[in-house]
């Protein structure tokens, strides 16, 4: 099962608004990856997140590794109608014995 | 980005056939693999941790006997879905873990998916 809680589930905006979606969790992590699937196929990782604190960027995707290490977040400004799909965070800790555990998903909708 | 290729895509076998999927490290070597299934609108279930030279770690839940699990090198994982059932039909998708540099911590990249149907 899953060990983060991954909000919002779903959402439904218009193109060019900005994104916003986080994971939050009550253990720590010592890796943040945040995935993109389309439907039928495996996912695509997006960012990856080392360190506490650390930003990055990736094009018109931004995401935030939690100082506490509990926590991330995903932003995509300026969204198009290819931001469409299921975007999973999923984390690495030692207390899973380093296999990755996931959120549930949000499924982002764009209205063109 | 590291690539992970699984084959076959898709794949149609009859009841009580098997069927082995293969989930391949491209361009780096992966000391450890890891099979998910994955059903409509869900998360990734894992089902088990493959890791190379060794026996696989198998979720609660997942029969080993049925879905069996080879890590023969360090580029190549196999699982084989033994006397397939059409319960059986569903998304498998591997997964490989890349070890990074030391200022840099593990990433894990995934294969595109096998869709198995089982008639």
């Known amino acids: 099962g899953q060990q983060l809680n991954q909000s919002p589930q779903s959402m439904f905006i218009q193109e060019g608004e900005d994104v916003s979606m986080n994971c939050t969790s009550s253990?720590?992590?010592?890796?943040w990856l945040w995935y993109k699937q389309d439907p039928g196929e495996g996912p695509v990782l997006l960012i990856a997140l080392y360190k506490a604190g650390e930003l990055t960027s990736n094009g018109r995707l931004t995401a935030q590794f939690g100082i506490t290490r509990k926590d991330s977040f995903l932003n995509i400004s300026a969204s198009i109608p290819s931001d469409v799909g299921i975007y999973f965070c999923?984390?690495?800790?030692?207390?899973?014995?380093?296999?990755?555990?996931f959120g549930a998903g949000t499924i982002l909708r764009v209205k063109s | 980005g590291a690539v992970v290729s699984q084959h076959p895509s898709r794949v149609i076998c009859k009841s009580g056939t098997s069927v082995k999927i293969e989930c391949r490290s491209l361009d780096f070597q992966a000391t450890t693999m890891f099979w998910y299934r994955q059903f409509p609108k869900q998360s990734l279930m894992l089902m088990a941790t493959s890791n190379e030279g060794s026996k696989a770690t198998y979720e609660q839940g997942v029969e080993k006997d049925k879905f069996l699990i080879n890590h023969a090198s360090l580029t190549l994982s196999t699982l084989t879905v033994t006397s397939a059932h059409p319960e059986d039909s569903s998304f498998y998708i591997c997964s490989a873990r890349e070890l990074g540099p030391s200022r840099s911590g593990n990433t894990i990249y995934f294969g595109e998916g096998s869709w198995l149907t089982v008639v």
């Open positions: 253990s720590i992590f010592n890796t």
């Open positions: 999923a984390g690495l800790s030692g207390e899973y014995g380093n296999k990755l555990v």
